[in-house]
């Protein structure tokens, strides 16, 4: 069983930075942190889950077009967090933000499309114009 907590949503103006974090918990917490695949989705009000960014357990990233050169994940193994720096936010960034995590060592196409092996609660991301 793995818990995911995410946190740091809140409200910006257009043009700002959020940081959010995500903390994935086991029972084998620091043996089994490093060999996840885990990544952000983000979901807005009428519209379908997407993929923002993953990470896999060599620390291989991936982006979505939409925030590709503006956001950046990146893992802290002394924090045991991911982290998502989100930079000139943008009103369409409007979202719920989830964090998921899949018990493969690499990020599989079928987790970008959304199959993850656990997911966080979400946090609020709002970007005012």
């Known amino acids: 069983e793995v818990h995911v907590v995410e946190s740091g949503g809140g409200s910006v103006q257009d043009g700002g930075s959020l940081t959010l974090y995500c903390a994935a918990a086991?029972?084998?917490?620091?043996?089994?942190?490093?060999?996840?695949?885990m990544g952000w989705f983000r979901q807005a009000p009428g519209k379908e889950r997407e993929a923002v960014a993953s990470?896999?357990?060599?620390?291989?990233?991936r982006y979505s077009n939409s925030v590709k050169g503006r956001f950046t994940l990146s893992k802290d193994s002394a924090k045991n967090t991911l982290t998502l720096r989100m930079d000139n936010l943008k009103p369409e960034d409007t979202a719920m933000y989830y964090c998921?995590?899949?018990?493969?060592?690499?990020?599989?196409?079928?987790?970008?499309?959304?199959?993850?092996?656990?997911w966080g609660q979400g946090t609020q991301v709002t970007v005012s114009s």
């Open positions: 086991t029972s084998s917490y620091s043996r089994y942190y490093t060999t996840f695949c």
């Open positions: 998921a995590v899949d018990l493969n060592y690499y990020c599989s196409d079928t987790f970008w499309g959304g199959s993850a092996d656990y």
């Open positions: 990470i896999d357990s060599d620390a291989n990233t």
